[in-house]
Nanobody, 123 residues
Framework: QVQLAESGGGLVQAGGSLRLSCAAS????????MSWFRQAPGKEREFVST???????DYVDSVKGRFTISRDNGKNTVYLQMNSLKPEDTAVYYC?????????????????WGQGTQVTVSS
């Protein structure tokens, strides 16, 4: 029903920046809760940020002040601007979407996922 296409990952030095993009297709984008998760080797998938269809935004504490989520409903795209990157930000980053806006920090509740994009931050 919904397809997600991610881009923007790569290798960056500590303190650098990356912008991840996730383009959605298949249904009304503006009504979707769009979120970013990440998963590092040996760790469980972790919530990073969300932007609901109602305009609510949230971040995990470890990225507050460094990451900014935004969305362009005209382009059906959500972005994650990542500044002041740290080696501990290294992970595969996933875009995820769901119709509901409750429990948005729980990856198990999401219906649609992108393929994942690798972010590597070198020290």
């Amino acid at each position: 029903q919904v397809q997600l296409a991610e881009s923007g990952g790569g290798l960056v030095q500590a303190g650098g920046s990356l912008r991840l993009s996730c383009a959605a297709s298949g249904r009304s984008f503006s009504s979707l809760t769009m979120s970013w998760f990440r998963q590092a080797p040996g760790k469980e998938r972790e919530f990073v940020s969300t932007y609901t269809g109602y305009g609510g935004r949230d971040y995990v504490d470890s990225v507050k002040g460094r990451f900014t989520i935004s969305r362009d409903n005209g382009k059906n795209t959500v972005y994650l601007q990542m500044n002041s990157l740290k080696p501990e930000d290294t992970a595969v980053y996933y875009c995820a979407a769901r119709i509901q806006f409750d429990s948005y920090r729980d990856y198990r509740r999401y219906d649609y996922w992108g393929q994942g994009t690798q972010v590597t931050v070198s020290s």
